[in-house]
Structure formats: C-alpha cells, structure tokens
C-alpha cells in the first residue's frame, strides 16, 4: 500500500548521493513561468518552453515528468534523456513530484507509486547517471511566492514563510537517499496513503488543501482539466475559489495586502493545455497547442 511499505528494494543502489540543492537567494524575478505536470509529455514542454522564452526570465516545472497510463521504458528513457538536457538549462526550476521521487530514490520503497516499475527505473537511472540531478528539489521560493509539486498543508506551513520551508523541504532530500520515511512527502488518506493529510508531494487540491495566511502557492499534481484553479484566502478569513479557464486571461490578484488578501494560491495540472506567468502580482494564463505552440495569449 502507498506509504506503508517498511521493506527496502531489491534494486540496486544509486551510486549518487543526494545533497540539498544551493539555495536561491535572489527574489528579483520579474517574470516567472510555470508549468505543470508533463508526464511524458517533454517533447511539447520543450516546445512551450522555446516558444515562451522572450516573455519570462526564469521556468519553474512543478515535476512529474514520468509514469503515464500504459507507458513504457523506452518512454522513460526518452523522458529522461530530455530531463538531463533540461537540468543543464540554469534558467529552469525543476521540482520533484511523487512520480519522479520513486525514480530518484529507487531503493526507497516508501517513495514507490503504482505506477512505478523496475524496468522503466533501470532505463531512467541509465540516462540519468551522468545528469545534474543535485539540481531537483522539492520546494523554491521566489518574489513571494512558494513552489512545490502538491502544497504545504496548514499543518506544517503556519507561521512559517516561504523561505523556510523551501530549506526544510529541500534538506529532505538525503535523508530520503537513506530510505527514511518521511511524513512531508507521504501521501494522506485522501490518496490511499497512512499519514491524515498528504505532504508536498501528494497533497490533494482539492479534498486536503487550504490557504495559509501569509503565505502563497503554486501547485500542479491534482488534475484541473481546461483551468487554472485559485484558491484565495482574504483578510477577513473569507476562503475564495477562482476559476481561469482555457481561453486565458489576466487576474490581479496578488500580493498586495492592502488588495484584501492574505493568501493567493494557484494549481495547474491541466496537462499542458495551460501554463501560467507570474510577473508583477499578476498571472497571465497561455493557452498551448498540442505540439507546444502558443494559441493565445493571456487578456
């Protein structure tokens, strides 16, 4: 069962250990894009990433590059080779989601999902063995805002800021190369896992996530077909949803407080159909083609 496995795995060990990815400390950031699960979908996120590139200054993908219904390791591989060339780009994030952390820390069975097989880890490890990939992590904090693959649910992110728990999130990392169980990337009830509410892997938008004051997000791994999902927290503790659908538009809401908002949050997993711009307390959301090209752009 998810998160319930004690027993270590029969593959054999990465001959990489992982370390804490260098921290990020400049916020001076101005145009952030963002892009959601990929799923073996790279050749489009390149595509997208091209096409986008006069219009931002840094990407952040929210992770899930692997595991998709009926793939295959030949799949992996190829989704694999593309990460090694994408972790080598310095203006790209790149974020673990629960798909990918199985595959980085194979020997790791608290980390394992359905979908996780030894055959596609093999071919993964094979094409990885010589990339970057002190370059993933799980959390980044930038002009305001916090990235993570699912959220950080109230219970561990209250009174803390961004900041902080990007550094405690990513100092996750070794321990997990040691197939330590840890409760922040361990799946709630919500998705068959052990722990009350899931961590910042699998934290579920919509049954287990809610806003924290002071605090802003931006999330992908719970699917959200033709839209981009808000969820907003105002001042006077009023929680507020926010649809932006497919055919993309502007929003201010931001990070302002004297706007009335005390917490501004976004999830998109729209499976590319989607990305989002962050720049100046603003999200553009663009419309994407199947073979990545821009259809339109945010109004």
């Not at 409760?183 to 287990?208: F, H, N, S």
Request: net charge positive.
């Amino acid at each position: 069962m998810i998160g319930a496995s004690t027993g270590k795995s029969s593959l054999p060990a990465r001959t990489m250990r992982h370390q804490p990815p260098p921290p990020v400390t400049s916020l001076k950031l101005p145009r952030i894009l963002v892009v959601g699960d990929i799923h073996h979908e790279w050749e489009r996120a390149e595509a997208l990433l091209q096409n986008l590139r006069p219009r931002y200054d840094q990407a952040v993908l929210l992770g899930d590059y692997f595991d998709d219904t009926g793939d295959s390791a030949q799949m992996a591989a190829a989704t694999a080779r593309w990460l090694a060339r994408s972790l080598a780009r310095p203006e790209r994030i790149h974020l673990l989601g629960n798909h990918d952390l199985s595959y980085i820390f194979p020997t790791n069975a608290h980390l394992w999902t359905p979908d996780f097989s030894g055959e596609k880890c093999l071919a993964i490890e094979e094409e990885l063995k010589a990339a970057p990939i002190k370059q993933l992590r799980l959390a980044w904090a930038a002009a305001g805002w916090l990235f993570s693959h699912a959220g950080f649910n109230g219970r561990i992110a209250a009174g803390a800021t961004a900041a902080a728990l990007a550094r405690r999130a990513n100092a996750l990392l070794p321990k997990l190369a040691e197939d330590r169980y840890e409760p922040w990337v361990a799946p709630g009830r919500a998705r068959g896992g052990l722990e009350k509410i899931g961590g910042i892997t699998w934290l579920d938008w919509e049954r287990e996530f809610t806003p924290v004051s002071g605090l802003n997000q931006v999330v992908g791994h719970t699917p959200t077909p033709a839209a981009i999902l808000g969820r907003h927290l105002r001042a006077d503790g009023k929680d507020v949803t926010v649809i932006i659908p497919a055919r993309g538009r502007q929003t201010r809401l931001g990070l302002d407080p004297a706007e009335g908002w005390s917490s501004v949050n976004w999830c998109l997993d729209t499976g590319l159909d989607l990305v989002a711009i962050l720049h100046d307390q603003k999200l553009t959301a663009v419309r994407i083609g199947a073979n990545g090209a821009v259809l339109e752009r945010g109004r």
